[in-house]
T-cell receptor
Framework: ETGVTQSPTHLIKTRGQQVTLRCSSQ?????VSWYQQALGQGPQFIFQ???????GRGNFPPRFSGLQFPNYSSELNVNALELDDSALYLC??????????????FGEGSRLTVL | KQEVTQIPAALSVPEGENLVLNCSFTDSAIYNLQWFRQDPGKGLTSLLL?????REQTSGRLNASLDKSSGRSTLYIAASQPGDSATYLC??????????FGGGTRVLVKP
């Protein structure tokens, strides 16, 4: 059983640029969610994907968007990067069949630095 | 709006002492509560999951309790070791499969 994998692990961008982060869910998991963790803080929910559609979103602007593919992997795209977007971006997968009682499993994250 | 608080923000103990980490949440309408460990610059490792119908969960030296009515959970780590040094995060799950996290407790276990 493979765990949640994310790429890239680290990247540096400049303000105004765009970034794409990738996530492969744990084997057998069909739901992927993304979180942003600023330094010294707890993670904040960005959005969740199930059956290739967004089905939940936190308090993030539209320049944060995502995709889920038929194999359940997912991308997080951020346009018009701002300095405050510098953070660790975490992907989590879970099994929708367990509904709300299921456990979330996280990847190692992608560290984004915006200069 | 659910809010999760972890106090203290940082904790330093000598090796061998028991650790007690606290988590409180404002809305008791939760499905479950999860405790995570995070090493510096790393992702989250799930430690324990407590369903809303449960009072506690145990795994090795770790024990977590849940009092949903009072909005509190406590993580106990027995006989702490330097390898337990990390940040510990609690998160509650409400409708929509979304986790709301506390700010974490940074733990240092001194040899």
């Amino acid at each position: 059983e493979t765990g949640v994998t994310q790429s890239p692990t680290h990247l540096i961008k400049t303000r105004g640029q765009q970034v794409t982060l990738r996530c492969s869910s744990q084997s057998g998991h069909n739901t992927v969610s993304w979180y942003q963790q600023a330094l010294g803080q707890g993670p904040q929910f960005i959005f969740q994907y199930y059956r290739e559609e967004e089905n939940g979103r936190g308090n993030f602007p539209p320049r944060f968007s995502g995709l889920q593919f038929p194999n359940y992997s997912s991308e997080l795209n951020v346009n018009a990067l701002e300095l405050d977007d510098s953070a660790l971006y975490l992907c989590a997968s879970s099994d929708a069949g367990l509904a709300n009682t299921g456990e979330l499993f996280f990847g190692e994250g992608s560290r984004l630095t915006v200069l | 709006k659910q809010e999760v608080t972890q106090i203290p923000a940082a904790l330093s103990v000598p090796e061998g002492e028991n650790l007690v980490l606290n988590c409180s949440f404002t809305d008791s309408a939760i499905y479950n509560l999860q405790w995570f460990r995070q090493d510096p610059g790393k992702g989250l490792t799930s430690l324990l999951l407590i369903q809303s119908s449960q009072r506690e969960q145990t795994s090795g030296r770790l024990n977590a309790s849940l009092d949903k009515s009072s909005g509190r959970s406590t993580l106990y780590i027995a006989a702490s070791q330097p390898g337990d040094s990390a940040t510990y995060l609690c998160a509650v799950k409400a409708a929509g499969n979304k986790l709301t996290f506390g700010g974490g407790t940074r733990v240092l276990v001194k040899p």
